[in-house]
Antibody, heavy 128, light 106 residues
Framework: QVQLLESGPGLATPSQTLSLTCTVS??????????WTWIRQPAGKGLEWIGR???????SFNPSLRSRVTISLDTSKNQFSLQMTSVTAADTAFYYCARDRHCTDTKCYSLANWFDPWGQGTLVTVSS | IQLTQSPSFLSASVGDRVTITCRAS??????VAWYQQKPGKAPKLLIY???TLQSGVPSRFSGSGSGTEFTLTISNLQPEDFATYYCQQVNSNPLFTFGPGTKVDV
């Protein structure tokens, strides 16, 4: 059973860098037809995709966040990480990591994906 | 491409048949996924590739649609189904977009 768990500081300082790690168990982050993704959700609001990284390290980002976001793999620890620079109060949210799939057992899709499973989420508050 | 969901809030009773609609701002030649989120919890995948039920999800959940309109139907609503539901799609960028959510409440 694949499980993901987010970790990192719950408080970030305005203008500084937010750093989170997602530890994956039950699957290798460096193999399989998967991507590993970050999604966030301000309290009481909707979901926003931040970006993703492939098993080979290729990344894609939400254009609205691209200039501030880095996602990386640490295969030795089976973890992937998010760094977001120049944070403001608008970045206060629950941050989730998830596995990003686009293949079933029999077929891969170019215009379909789904996020499963998700981590439990971690709240990051940006405040001085 | 933006996704809208209707209704944004739905009042229902146990045993009801509920339909949530997800509309794309333009014809999307892609599929949608549906998620259920309960308060204080991460979203949970219900349906992918528009109509495929995720393993372990009760068969009272179903999905359909194409083009600009997709639906999630819950037949025989159960107490544990009161939650917020989100649709999600991908464009060719890739850019992944979620709908704003539909809260199903008593």
């Amino acid at each position: 059973q694949v499980q993901l768990l987010e970790s990192g500081p719950g408080l970030a300082t305005p203008s500084q860098t937010l750093s989170l790690t997602c530890t994956v168990s039950g699957a290798s982050i460096s193999s399989g037809k998967y991507y590993w993704t970050w999604i966030r959700q301000p309290a009481g609001k909707g979901l926003e995709w931040i970006g993703r990284i492939s098993t080979s390290g290729a990344t894609s980002f939400n254009p609205s966040l691209r200039s501030r976001v880095t996602i990386s793999l640490d295969t030795s620890k089976n973890q992937f990480s998010l760094q977001m620079t120049s944070v403001t109060a608008a970045d206060t949210a629950f941050y989730y990591c998830a596995r990003d799939r686009h293949c079933t057992d029999t077929k891969c899709y170019s215009l379909a994906n789904w996020f499963d499973p998700w981590g439990q989420g971690t709240l990051v508050t940006v405040s001085s | 491409i933006q996704l809208t969901q209707s209704p944004s809030f739905l009042s229902a009773s146990v045993g009801d048949r509920v339909t949530i609609t997800c509309r794309a701002s333009q014809d999307i030649t892609s599929y949608v996924a549906w998620y259920q989120q309960k308060p204080g919890k991460a979203p949970k995948l219900l349906i992918y590739v528009t109509s495929t039920l995720q393993s372990g999800v009760p068969s009272r959940f179903s999905g359909s649609g194409s083009g600009t309109e997709f639906t999630l139907t819950i037949s025989n609503l159960q107490p544990e189904d009161f939650a917020t539901y989100y649709c999600q799609q991908v464009n060719s960028n890739p850019l992944f977009t979620f709908g704003p959510g539909t809260k199903v409440d008593v």
